[in-house]
């Protein structure tokens, strides 16, 4: 019987070892993801893009089908890309998803999908978006409890192509950001009625908005670095650039106001 109490106090202490081996191992860590729409203003009177799910794909072969999970998408339904634009975004995600490395995600349209132009609705054909999705690169970690906020920027104004006989096609131009890697340029455009393309360039690389009625622009998710502004209005204006523009990580980059002279005929 003196031997029974230290081989099953080890036995114990064993056994507790290995229970909290299991828990541990049964812990499922977790990252907060937001995802949110916004776009590029267009010369459309709307862009109707019919959202019916969000994937994200957490294998490390991109090729691999099953490595594809759906996220809990808070409204499916249509979306009017342009009332989500210069700074003005919508929630499409708000969830707990695995940790881990995430290499794409895709967007899977319903075939409610339209554009209107001068108050007429016209259907846009969107075929491969309807089956396979529309797939973008994300290739990032979502770090265990570290909140991930992506925006999904849907260039309407590059993404709507005229076929002919009063048709349209969806061929998405699409790029994300996180605004936790990106900064952005903000200002206003004088007289608003110039009603310009903004172009921000660095490199070979370019982000484009359209100013508002009244003359704001935001851009966003843009590296650091030196940017030039491209300023491109309305006939009757003369175009006009911007250069030196510095962008920093986490900042907004106002340049103030950029006056637009009138054409001389």
């Given at each position: 019987?003196?031997?029974?109490?230290?081989?099953?106090?080890?036995?114990?202490?064993?056994?507790?070892?290995?229970?909290?081996?299991?828990?541990?191992?049964?812990?499922?860590?977790?990252?907060?993801?937001?995802?949110?729409?916004?776009?590029?203003?267009?010369?459309?009177?709307?862009?109707?893009?019919?959202?019916?799910?969000?994937?994200?794909?957490?294998?490390?072969?991109?090729?691999?089908?099953?490595?594809?999970?759906?996220?809990?998408?808070?409204?499916?339904?249509?979306?009017?890309?342009?009332?989500?634009?210069?700074?003005?975004?919508?929630?499409?995600?708000?969830?707990?998803?695995?940790?881990?490395?995430?290499?794409?995600?895709?967007?899977?349209?319903?075939?409610?999908?339209?554009?209107?132009?001068?108050?007429?609705?016209?259907?846009?054909?969107?075929?491969?978006?309807?089956?396979?999705?529309?797939?973008?690169?994300?290739?990032?970690?979502?770090?265990?409890?570290?909140?991930?906020?992506?925006?999904?920027?849907?260039?309407?104004?590059?993404?709507?192509?005229?076929?002919?006989?009063?048709k349209y096609?969806?061929?998405?131009?699409?790029?994300?950001?996180?605004?936790?890697?990106?900064?952005?340029?903000?200002?206003?455009?004088?007289?608003?009625?110039?009603?310009?393309?903004?172009?921000?360039?660095?490199?070979?690389?370019?982000?484009?908005?359209?100013?508002?009625e009244n003359?704001?622009?935001?851009?966003?998710?843009?590296?650091?670095?030196?940017?030039?502004?491209?300023?491109?209005?309305?006939?009757?204006?003369?175009?006009?650039e911007v250069?030196?523009?510095?962008?920093?990580?986490?900042?907004?980059?106002?340049?103030?106001?950029?006056?637009?002279?009138?054409?001389?005929?």
């Amino acid at each position: 019987m003196k031997n029974l109490r230290p081989l099953g106090f080890l036995t114990l202490l064993i056994l507790a070892f290995a229970f909290v081996q299991c828990s541990d191992d049964d812990v499922k860590l977790t990252t907060p993801v937001k995802i949110r729409l916004t776009d590029a203003p267009a010369q459309y009177d709307k862009v109707n893009i019919d959202i019916q799910q969000i994937q994200f794909h957490s294998s490390n072969n991109e090729n691999e089908e099953n490595g594809w999970k759906e996220m809990d998408l808070i409204n499916p339904g249509v979306y009017d890309l342009l009332q989500f634009n210069n700074g003005i975004d919508t929630l499409l995600v708000d969830q707990e998803l695995p940790s881990g490395t995430v290499s794409q995600m895709r967007l899977i349209l319903g075939e409610n999908n339209t554009v209107v132009i001068d108050g007429m609705t016209y259907d846009l054909d969107t075929p491969s978006a309807q089956t396979s999705g529309l797939k973008f690169q994300i290739h990032d970690d979502f770090l265990a409890g570290i909140e991930y906020k992506l925006w999904i920027d849907f260039d309407a104004a590059r993404s709507i192509v005229e076929t002919g006989n009063g048709k349209y096609k969806l061929k998405p131009v699409i790029r994300t950001f996180n605004e936790a890697t990106t900064g952005a340029i903000s200002g206003i455009i004088s007289p608003a009625e110039a009603k310009p393309s903004i172009h921000a360039i660095i490199g070979q690389d370019t982000v484009s908005t359209i100013a508002e009625e009244n003359g704001n622009f935001l851009i966003k998710g843009l590296n650091a670095g030196t940017y030039k502004l491209a300023i491109e209005p309305i006939d009757g204006y003369l175009e006009k650039e911007v250069e030196d523009i510095t962008v920093s990580i986490e900042n907004i980059t106002d340049v103030g106001t950029i006056d637009i002279e009138t054409a001389v005929n």
